[in-house]
């Protein structure tokens, strides 16, 4: 969980909390993080362990001519209940945060309540605080949070989407049935989860076999009031978890809607076959999606057995090049991340993960927009030794919350790649994002347009003849623009 806070050392009593993200933290909480005022009175940045929780503090001054010596004393802080914090990015993302607030027009008059001023300071104030907590990519910040896949599989409408839902605490809980493997992400017990959501269709089975190889854990939904899917479910379960690929994770197993039937364990055992699953490490636990009954401590469980048994490396290998390479993909709220096409496809193991990075940076960068505009921008991906050009743009549909789609196009370009070359390389994205906003539900069409956008970045001579001028990307001051150059 993150938390953040706005401390300010009020003339007559002292050091106060002044806005605070989520709201409920306890005051006492509160006020030793605002007393972190007098403690490091000459320090700008400083981590301290407050009742348990790990803060990173910046110190800073506001010019007040109405103020004691005309300035006035602040403290924003990140404040963490799990993981080490990584002090040079807090450090940077914290002192972004003050630039842009000090940015505010008038903003010296949210201490002055008299001011005309006043109201529309502290709008612009919390609006910028809402967007920065709301935003804020936790993993950058947490150092040793250990990275893992998580594959949800079961019969249709067990609750599998509804369940990661929860998990994420999202503001909606309506589902729509799921259609595609899509990717979501999850922070819990200082691991991020990227979970893997199948459609439970028997259609959409093949659409499987490719996660499945690379998977860290499995969890299987089962649906306790649909007793004639029984059979179909326990053939499921095993079927699964016997490939050899994943014969050998960690199984979570959930017995879901017990909010409308309380069933016999013994009889689910039975009927599941549990005792004759393989070499899975297993665990059965009741659960009700709509309710959230079960789900945190399941997965607790689940976590606990991953940082417990496996061996984590990078999900994204330093040694794999995966420059030269486009990939089109879509999110929504609901589904999660979908990879609708890459070019070349073999060209990267694990798409979703830049897919799903790129989008968190993104999301930070735009003050948590659902993208609502055109945006374009490149990021260095360092440790894959590539620069990402990035567009996201939406299309119109009724079916995804606040109906609009958002769609990314992202082109890996070698980390040495001219800046010219990757501005060269604008008008022909843009020019092809058109065109697949248009048939977005022909993915032999796509694949051909993303195979176009290809050949022209990639293999044209012609793309790097010309130096064009560096610019600015949309949308991105000068300050966040300049603390993305280091990722």
Not at 155 to 166: D, F, H, P, V, Y
Not at 382 to 391: C, E
Request: charged share 25%; proline share 3%.
């Amino acid at each position: 969980m993150k938390i953040l806070v706005l401390s300010h050392f009020d003339q007559k009593i002292g050091p106060t909390p002044f806005v605070c993200i989520p709201e409920g933290v306890n005051k006492d909480t509160l006020a030793q993080i605002a007393d972190l005022i007098n403690l490091y009175q000459n320090k700008a940045f400083f981590i301290h362990n407050v009742k348990g929780l790990k803060t990173a503090n910046s110190l800073f001054q506001m010019i007040n001519q109405k103020a004691r010596a005309s300035t006035e004393i602040l403290l924003i802080s990140i404040v963490l209940t799990e993981g080490d914090i990584n002090t040079d990015v807090a450090r940077d993302m914290l002192n972004t945060f003050i630039e842009e607030m000090k940015g505010i027009t008038d903003i010296q008059a949210i201490f002055d309540h008299q001011s005309k001023a006043h109201d529309k300071a502290m709008v612009a104030l919390k609006d910028l605080f809402t967007n920065f907590y709301n935003a804020l990519p936790v993993e950058e910040v947490v150092q040793n949070r250990k990275d893992a896949k998580i594959f949800v599989f079961g019969l249709s409408k067990a609750g599998k989407t509804t369940i990661i839902r929860q998990l994420q605490n999202a503001k909606s809980k309506d589902t729509i049935p799921t259609t595609n493997v899509s990717m979501s992400r999850v922070h819990l017990n200082n691991m991020s989860l990227f979970v893997y959501d199948t459609p439970g269709q028997v259609k959409f089975r093949p659409l499987w076999a490719p996660y499945l190889k690379s998977q860290d854990a499995l969890v299987f939904v089962f649906d306790v009031t649909d007793k004639d899917n029984y059979d179909n479910a326990r053939a499921l379960l095993h079927e699964v978890s016997n490939m050899e690929t994943v014969k050998d994770l960690p199984l979570l197993i959930l017995l879901n809607k017990v909010d409308i039937v309380l069933p016999d364990l013994d009889h689910v055992k039975k009927v599941l076959d549990i005792d004759n699953l393989e070499g899975n490490i297993h665990k059965i636990f009741l659960t009700s999606a709509t309710t959230n009954k079960g789900i945190v401590e399941s997965f607790n469980w689940l976590s606990s057995e991953l940082l417990r048994t496996k061996d984590f490396i990078e999900p994204l290998a330093v040694s794999e090049d995966v420059s030269d390479c486009v990939i089109f993909s879509r999110w929504d709220e609901l589904e999660g991340i979908e990879i609708l096409s890459v070019y070349p496809e073999n060209r990267v193991s694990d798409p979703e993960l830049i897919a799903i990075r790129c989008l968190s940076i993104a999301e930070f960068i735009f003050g948590g927009q659902s993208f609502s505009e055109k945006v374009s921008f490149v990021l260095p991906i360092a440790h894959l030794k590539v620069r990402a050009a990035i567009y996201y743009d939406f299309i119109a549909d009724k079916s995804v919350r606040g109906g609009k789609l958002p769609l990314s196009l992202v082109a890996l370009f070698k980390e040495d790649t001219a800046e010219g070359i990757i501005e060269k390389a604008k008008p022909v994205m843009e020019s092809g994002f058109e065109k697949m906003k248009n048939s977005i539900k022909d993915r032999e069409q796509l694949r051909k347009i993303l195979r176009e956008i290809y050949e022209v970045l990639f293999t044209s001579k012609k793309a790097g003849e010309v130096e064009g001028k560096k610019s600015k990307p949309k949308g991105v001051s000068n300050n966040l623009n300049e603390f993305f150059k280091k990722f």
